[in-house]
């Protein structure tokens, strides 16, 4: 198997991108709750698709699915060490980079839906909805989902996706002993 050498990019630029992948999701559960409420014309076709993206069992769903993800990085740790193949890490590493995915995609789901709900409550004005706030709610949920992904990405990412900043108290100390 050979090791390919992995784009490197800065602390910025990984942040930037995650936080393109998770608005992009966001953008894409928006879209397909605009569609299928009829272009946010139908009350009752936007609650379906909300209640199937935002219910009681998606927290308990996501934490099942952690689980699972690190029962099969388990397994495949202990097969790796069973038939001594160390091509095994690669795999477990795939598997730990699915987590940041799948806040994503919760996260990106369930804010898709609630910025479609709190557009139709702006298009469609009611006394008991407060269209603004309900947005503002999204948002913060969505600004809490990205950090939580992105540590996530971060944490699991950071040795082979991000450049390594030299370390200038050593660097300038090297510099000065070969003067």
Same mark, same amino acid.
């Given at each position: 198997?050979?090791?390919?050498?992995?784009?490197?990019?800065?602390?910025?630029?990984?942040?930037?991108?995650?936080?393109?992948?998770?608005?992009?999701?966001?953008?894409?559960?928006?879209?397909?709750?605009?569609?299928?409420?009829?272009?946010?014309?139908?009350?009752?076709?936007?609650?379906?698709?909300?209640?199937?993206?935002?219910?009681?069992?998606?927290?308990?769903?996501?934490?099942?699915?952690?689980?699972?993800?690190?029962?099969?990085?388990?397994?495949?740790?202990?097969?790796?060490?069973?038939?001594?193949?160390?091509?095994?890490?690669?795999?477990?590493?795939?598997?730990?980079?699915?987590?940041?995915?799948?806040?994503?995609?919760? !996260?990106? +789901? &369930?804010?898709?839906? =609630?910025? /479609?709900?709190?557009? @139709?409550? $702006?298009?469609?004005?009611?006394?008991?909805?407060?269209?603004? !706030?309900? +947005? &503002?709610?999204?948002? =913060?949920? /969505?600004?809490?989902? @990205?950090? $939580?992904?992105?540590?996530?990405?971060?944490?699991?990412?950071?040795?082979?996706?991000?450049?390594?900043?030299?370390?200038?108290?050593?660097?300038?100390?090297?510099?000065?002993?070969?003067?």
């Amino acid at each position: 198997m050979e090791k390919v050498e992995q784009y490197k990019q800065s602390l910025g630029k990984f942040v930037f991108s995650e936080f393109v992948i998770f608005i992009s999701q966001v953008a894409v559960f928006f879209m397909v709750a605009v569609f299928t409420s009829n272009f946010l014309n139908s009350e009752e076709k936007l609650v379906k698709f909300s209640e199937q993206k935002i219910n009681d069992g998606s927290l308990a769903e996501l934490g099942l699915t952690f689980l699972a993800i690190l029962v099969v990085i388990g397994l495949f740790s202990a097969l790796g060490r069973i038939f001594e193949n160390k091509h095994i890490e690669y795999y477990v590493n795939e598997v730990l980079c699915e987590m940041p995915k799948t806040i994503y995609v919760f !996260g990106s +789901a &369930a804010t898709g839906a =609630m910025l /479609a709900i709190s557009l @139709f409550a $702006y298009l469609h004005p009611a006394d008991d909805v407060n269209a603004k !706030g309900f +947005a &503002a709610l999204s948002v =913060m949920f /969505a600004f809490m989902m @990205f950090i $939580y992904g992105c540590g996530f990405s971060y944490a699991f990412k950071r040795k082979t996706h991000l450049l390594e900043k030299p370390n200038k108290s050593m660097q300038s100390t090297a510099d000065a002993s070969t003067d």
